[in-house]
């Protein structure tokens, strides 16, 4: 059974940093790419960052480059989340998903339960 | 960035009816087009990928179809599980961006 399980959200003051991650079981992560998505009510659903199989192409939106970095260890089937300089507009539920491949169309097939990332003073 | 928008939000109807979920995308991006289901609480699951190709596991009363800016989401007979937002996304080119969802609500 493929599953994504999430960890490393909470409270964190503005301009803290907090590390989330994600481990996989069940599929040959090795194989898969990518992606973090949050939630907000205000702004729906936003994607955030993708990485690549062998971690070779990553993608950030305008919004958090420079201050969140997404890495991926393949030895311990695990996607990361480095989120740095925080502000309080990231204050939000992060997912990180799996992306599938089904002939050059892409869709995240499977998706973490959710993590809630509080940036508050 | 691609701009979606979705209509109509919020949708009302019954148990049977037949419901249709309308995705504009801001230019053409082919059919790099998705649909997903979110339950509240809960995360998105794919429903649709491809505009019109049917996600393994998902109920056949589901089809999507659509290319270019125009897209469309068709639930042929609503059931009660099926109560939920909707959310189409693009991802013809990054970053990749969804629309604001459509909450199926109990008419």
């Known amino acids: 059974e493929v599953q994504l399980v999430q960890s490393g959200g909470g409270l964190v003051q503005p301009g803290g940093s907090l590390r989330l991650s994600c481990a996989a079981s069940?599929?040959?992560?090795?194989?898969?790419?990518f992606n973090w998505v949050r939630q907000t009510p205000e702004k729906g659903l936003e994607w955030v960052s993708y990485?690549?199989?062998?971690?070779?192409?990553?993608y950030y939106a305008d919004s958090v480059r420079g201050r969140f970095t997404i890495s991926r260890d393949d030895a311990k089937n695990s996607l990361y989340l480095q989120m740095n300089s925080l502000r309080v507009e990231d204050t939000a539920v992060y997912y990180c998903?799996?992306?599938?491949?089904?002939?050059?169309?892409?869709?995240?097939?499977?998706w973490g339960q959710g993590t809630l990332v509080t940036v508050s003073s | 960035d691609i701009q979606m928008t979705q209509s109509p939000s919020p949708l009302s109807a019954s148990v049977g009816d037949r419901v249709t979920i309308t995705c504009r995308a801001s230019?053409?991006?082919?059919?790099?087009l998705n649909w997903y289901q979110q339950e509240p609480g809960k995360a998105p699951k794919l429903l649709i990928y491809?505009?019109?190709s049917l996600q393994s596991g998902v109920p056949s009363r589901f089809s999507g179809n659509g290319s270019g800016t125009d897209f469309t989401l068709i639930i042929s007979s609503l059931q009660s599980e099926d109560f939920a937002t909707y959310y189409c996304?693009?991802?013809?080119?990054?970053?990749?961006?969804f629309g604001q969802g459509t909450k199926v609500e109990i008419k």
């Open positions: 998903a799996r992306d599938r491949d089904y002939s050059n169309w892409y869709a995240s097939d499977y």
């Open positions: 069940g599929f040959t992560f090795s194989s898969y790419e």
């Open positions: 990485i690549s199989i062998g971690a070779s192409t990553i």
């Open positions: 230019q053409s991006i082919s059919n790099y």
């Open positions: 491809a505009a019109s």
């Open positions: 996304q693009q991802s013809y080119s990054t970053p990749w961006t």
